[in-house]
């Protein structure tokens, strides 16, 4: 059993800045990819942008160049460094990670979802 905690969503105007973190806890061995996804009504979930365990990122056209994404092995977190924030931007922000339980096993593991609005 794997649990991801997010944090870092709210209620910005465009051009502003968010922070989004994800610390995943429990039954890992070890984690591959973690990545950001995002969901907005009417539409389907996106991959924003992931890092794999070699720190490759990849990047949805759309963010490239105002967000970045890092991730703290140590702290089994993920973060999402969002600038230049634009109304499109708002949707459910969901955290992904793909790991190894200690059981061996090849699982992976989504967040709760955090609300991003970006608003004048």
């Known amino acids: 059993q794997v649990q991801l905690v997010e944090s870092g969503g709210g209620l910005v105007q465009p051009g502003e800045s968010l922070r989004l973190s994800c610390a995943a806890s429990?039954?890992?061995?070890?984690?591959?990819?973690m990545g950001w996804y995002r969901q907005a009504p009417g539409k389907e979930r996106e991959l924003v942008a992931s890092?794999?365990?070699?720190?490759?990122?990849k990047y949805a056209d759309s963010t490239k160049g105002r967000f970045t994404i890092s991730r703290d092995n140590a702290k089994n977190t993920v973060y999402l460094q969002m600038n230049s924030l634009k109304p499109e931007d708002t949707a459910v922000y969901y955290c992904?990670?793909?790991?190894?339980?200690?059981?061996?096993?090849?699982?992976?593991?989504w967040g709760q979802g955090t609300q991003v609005t970006v608003s004048s």
């Open positions: 429990g039954s890992i061995f070890s984690i591959n990819s």
């Open positions: 890092v794999s365990s070699g720190n490759r990122t």
């Open positions: 992904n990670v793909n790991y190894i339980g200690n059981r061996g096993n090849w699982a992976s593991s």
